[in-house]
């Protein structure tokens, strides 16, 4: 079992930037590789960025790439999300996930989630 808590979500304008971290524990953090989601209002749940357990492999949804860096530091079992030059189309909760397999390019699969935390993009 992994428990997932993100934090650093909030209000922004639009150009802005926020981090936002997600501390596991419960299970060895470097065995698993880690996601963002995110769901904004009425839409469903899309990915965002992973990242592997090493660091040595991460992917982006087109719509983030060139703007978010996901990245983890295994020793405080955390990852991370900079999000940079941020738009009104990036409102919506985001979610770290946990997955015990890395598959590059995968969105799916993820066995373990976080309750969310709110990003808000004002124009």
């Known amino acids: 079992q992994v428990q997932l808590v993100e934090s650093g979500g909030g209000l922004v304008q639009a150009g802005g930037s926020l981090r936002l971290s997600c501390t596991a524990s419960g299970s060895t953090f470097s065995n698993y590789a880690m996601g963002w989601f995110r769901q904004a209002p009425g839409k469903e749940r899309e990915f965002v960025s992973a990242?592997?357990?090493?660091?040595?492999?991460?992917y982006y949804a087109d719509s983030v790439k060139g703007r978010f860096v996901i990245s983890r530091d295994n020793a405080k079992n955390t990852v991370y999300l900079q999000m940079n030059s941020l738009k009104p189309e990036d409102t919506a909760v985001y979610y770290c996930?946990?997955?015990?397999?890395?598959?590059?390019?995968?969105?799916?699969?993820?066995?373990?989630w976080g309750q969310g935390t709110q990003v808000t993009v004002s124009s």
């Open positions: 990242i592997s357990v090493a660091s040595l492999g991460w």
């Open positions: 996930a946990a997955n015990s397999v890395y598959r590059h390019g995968s969105t799916s699969g993820y066995e373990y």
